[in-house]
């Protein structure tokens, strides 16, 4: 059986050689040229894993020959640290990364590919993930989501986290009113943990109060979600990262879709008053991400107005 190699030699465009499983190149159509050249180039693909066998390997059929990628070579791990079983049980039925490195025997001597999900994290962190800069742009693809955040695919299987907080500058009181599993994303790198690991932001994406102010006109009518209701007035989310206060009214509950009247729009107070028009639209709301920045990288993002004393900023 044939040594895993070192990662593959970086590719000219690192975003789309390393993207999020569900989104690489399917294997599953490729001719056996077509796939002995991925073997020498080390081209990352993907397939659905049929099967977790007796002999512990997840089993795939590529081009009709058998595949298997074998326990160690299912999640690249930690030097020290234990692959989890539910990590590879769960690949099971669902798109997996990997490279191929090269062909074996199987134990009844027919001719079988070997895979490694390893070998192509490992490629992808070595060199697409750790050369990014803090504010660089990258692409993701939500895969789940905790109260206190998003874990996002950022290529070929790595995890990294979206906090709640670094959804929007507009208040939400669970991911999953901002994102859904699967959703395709842009986001920014903002740090990483104490493990190296990648923690994103998407507000700074979703434009400041002018850009998104600039959407909307006083004398408009528009829907809303409400996100907080206080004594003092409720504040209702126009846009992912545009909120107003309407006055109180303890009938109101976060999330509920409302139609809102703008009444005015202050830049220098950084404040937008809303009226109420219609709290029984009866369906739910969920607004979906309006980028302003796509691509590239942000070194400093101010939220507020110039003339705005409260000042959210964000530096890379």
Sequence with gaps: MPTMSAAPAAPKTAALAYRAEGLCRSANHLRREELDRCIASGEILQSTALAFDTARRLRFTLCGTR????????VETAPGEAIKDIAVLTRVG?????????????????????????????ACRVHYLE???YGTVIPCTVTHIENFGAFCDVGCGISALLPIDCLSVSRIASPADRVSVGQQLLCAVKSRDAQGRIVLTLREL???????AACFAAGETVVG?????EEYGVFIEIAPNLAGLA??????????????????ILPDKMKIKLVVVNKNLGQPLRFEPRYFVTKGRLRRWTYSTPQSRKQIETVF
Excluded: H
């Design 67 to 74: 595949a298997y990628m074998p326990y160690e070579e299912c």
């Design 247 to 264: 006055e109180a009214d303890p009938s109101l509950r976060p999330g509920q879709a409302v139609s809102v009247y703008i009444k005015n």
């Design 94 to 122: 669902r798109p997996t990364c990997f490279v191929i490195t090269g062909l074996t025997r199987d134990e009844t001597g027919a001719e079988a590919y070997l895979l490694s999900r390893a070998a192509a994290q490992r």
């Design 206 to 212: 979703l434009g400041t109060w002018s850009e998104n």
């Design 225 to 229: 979600i409400v996100r907080s209701v």
């Design 131 to 133: 050369p990014l800069e």
